[in-house]
């Protein structure tokens, strides 16, 4: 797996709202499920949502309401809305296809802190 490139992180306020990018490469992007994860300073890494090649969406229940992964099978492009944020939100996020791969891009950093 080719690493994708994450941003769009940065430091908000409890409530606030941010939209992070997922740039991947794969020539089968459209026809594969794409997750976001995170990874918050001393824990493991954990499955935040996915979405399918037909776009059912799976998400963990801490994020039900507030967040919403899409994607743009055209420009190879997955995103995370992130909206009404808490402190407990804040950790590094990943995008990934093949979790079990081991590759992994750099990540973007989300902080939610008054």
């Known amino acids: 797996q080719v690493q994708p490139v994450e941003s769009g992180g940065g430091l908000v306020q409890p409530g606030g709202s941010l939209r992070l990018s997922c740039a991947a490469s794969?020539?089968?992007?459209?026809?594969?499920?794409w997750g976001w994860y995170r990874q918050a300073p001393g824990k493991q890494r954990e499955l935040v949502e996915t979405?399918?090649?037909?776009?059912?969406?799976n998400y963990v229940d801490s994020v039900k309401d507030r967040f919403t992964i899409s994607r743009d099978n055209d420009r190879k492009m997955v995103y995370l809305q992130m909206n009404s944020l808490k402190p407990e939100d804040t950790a590094v996020y990943y995008c990934?296809?093949?979790?079990?791969?081991?590759?992994w891009g750099q990540g973007t950093q989300v902080t939610v802190s008054s």
């Open positions: 990934n296809t093949d979790p079990s791969s081991g590759v």
């Open positions: 794969e020539i089968i992007f459209r026809f594969v499920t």
């Open positions: 979405i399918a090649r037909f776009g059912i969406i």
